[in-house]
């Protein structure tokens, strides 16, 4: 992980913990000047917008400022940003989610009404962003580390006046996201089975344990096997993509019916399903008969009965 000061330096940026920053008409220092955002950046704003289904009552500006930043001024709210920030913040964390988590951040200000205040940036309003952040990313499809990639990096440690400490906000985008994720299963259709599966930290004791855990399962259960029926799909009927690391090249999802389907050159294959486990750090597995069994945890990566890493969800 890259040091916030390191990257500052690198970048020839100026960073002060202000990412997130709040202000207010009477603090803006300098009028708002008539820049355009980028088609491609309005566009990943309007889809923060249509994810939480609410008006945006603010106009976004591409302006010569370091970071991002919620702003009212003479009476109109902005979300104002530099593109060349948000570019060199992706091209650090590597994801482009990075950027989207930060103008989900701004956003979050606006829509929680922080901009009204005249207090300036607080850390309870920074957490709400950031939880908002990561509740719209999740919905967007970003894993839980792309969500929380930008402000890992950002943030400063130790708290301050205006701003929580890092692991403050990185728990408050955790707790977006893992809302967002129980809202997308909870309304996925079809039964979700509540299987027992326990992957512990240990290659011995995971190997009893899963053992166990598959004894466990009511007959039925056993008997759902992943199908190679072709079925058709649409984006609409897609929860989140699958990205295995031995098969970076090939196109997999889980449906809202929570199968896992393989798109490939005959059509689109049903190959297992996505299943409940009780094992709060693991709480889903893919349950198929192509594949070993690939367990699912809080954060959305993919790891297998040793506990080594396989995948994520994106």
């Known amino acids: 992980m890259i040091n916030i000061k390191k990257f500052a330096v690198m970048m020839g940026l100026v960073l002060a913990p202000v990412l997130g920053q709040v202000a207010t008409a009477a603090t803006v220092a300098a009028p708002v000047t008539d820049v355009t955002a980028p088609a491609d950046t309005r566009d990943i704003v309007q889809e923060i917008i249509n994810v939480v289904g609410l008006k945006p009552r603010f106009e976004l ?9 919620a702003v009212v001024y003479n009476g109109k709210r902005y979300i104002l940003y530099s593109d060349s920030f948000l570019s060199k913040i992706n091209n650090a964390v590597h994801t482009d989610w990075g950027g989207v988590s930060i103008l989900a951040h701004e956003i979050g200000h606006h829509l929680n009404g922080h901009t009204m205040s005249r207090s300036g940036s607080n850390p309870e309003d ?5 939880e908002f952040s990561g509740f719209v990313l999740r919905k967007m499809g970003a894993s839980m580390a792309d969500a929380q990639a930008a402000i890992d990096l950002l943030s400063e440690e130790e708290n301050s006046r205006t701003h929580p400490g890092k692991r403050y906000r990185l728990a408050a985008i955790s707790k977006g996201w893992k809302s967002a994720n129980d809202q997308l299963l909870a309304s996925a259709q079809g039964p979700q089975p509540d299987q027992r599966a326990i992957v512990p930290r240990t290659r011995p004791a995971a ?11 009511p007959a039925a259960t056993q008997r759902q096997a992943a199908s190679t029926q072709r079925v058709s799909m649409d984006s609409r009927s897609v929860l989140t993509r699958v990205n295995f690391t031995k098969a970076p090249r090939e196109q997999f999802y889980v449906t809202t019916r929570l199968n896992l389907v393989h798109m490939t050159e005959d059509g689109v294959r049903v190959i297992g399903k996505l299943a409940k486990t009780n094992n709060p750090d693991y709480p889903y597995y893919f349950q198929s008969k192509m594949m070993d069994t690939v367990f699912v945890t809080e954060e959305g990566y993919l790891v297998n009965k040793r506990g080594q890493r396989v995948g994520h969800l994106s």
């Not at 500006?61 to 930043?69: E, M, T, V, W």
């Open 207 to 217: 190997e009893r344990q899963i053992a166990s855990a598959q004894q466990q399962r």
């Open 61 to 69: 500006r591409a302006a010569d400022i370091d970071n991002a930043a």
């Open 126 to 130: 920074e957490l709400e962003a950031d």
